[in-house]
């Protein structure tokens, strides 16, 4: 199982950005599908989660700015990343497992990392 993660770029405070995962070597149905992002110098956040029925959690910090979706049949999945600010600059990883999980290190399968950087 492989993901690859992409969409990350430069934009401007309360602009928008969608990042893509891409699994490949296996059908996404039977994966949820996590983000975590890395900002320099801090600890890996989890962000969001959306489990194999399409249902989303999301991290209270996105909650009320980004939306997680899933297509089967391209075996991606989206985090729709609105009304950016400067401390969502960070590397954003994608992950699959069986189950919507936060922590990390639960996580069989990773994708490498996409850079979003918020400024003015």
């Not at 194999?52 to 209270?60: I, K, N, P």
Request: aromatic share 10%; net charge negative.
């Amino acid at each position: 199982v492989q993901l690859q993660a992409s969409g990350g770029g430069l934009v401007q405070p309360g602009g928008s950005l969608r990042l893509s995962c891409e699994l490949s070597g296996f059908s996404m149905e039977y994966y949820s599908i996590g983000w975590f992002r890395q900002a320099p110098g801090q600890e890996r956040e989890w962000v969001s989660c959306i489990d194999r029925a399409g249902g989303t959690v999301l991290s209270d910090s996105v909650v009320d700015r980004f939306t997680m979706s899933r297509d089967n049949s391209k075996n991606t999945a989206y985090l729709q990343m609105n009304s950016l600010k400067p401390e969502d600059t960070a590397v954003y990883h994608c992950a699959a497992e069986g189950r919507c999980l936060r922590k990390d290190t639960l996580y069989d399968y990773w994708g490498q990392g996409t850079l979003v950087t918020v400024s003015s």
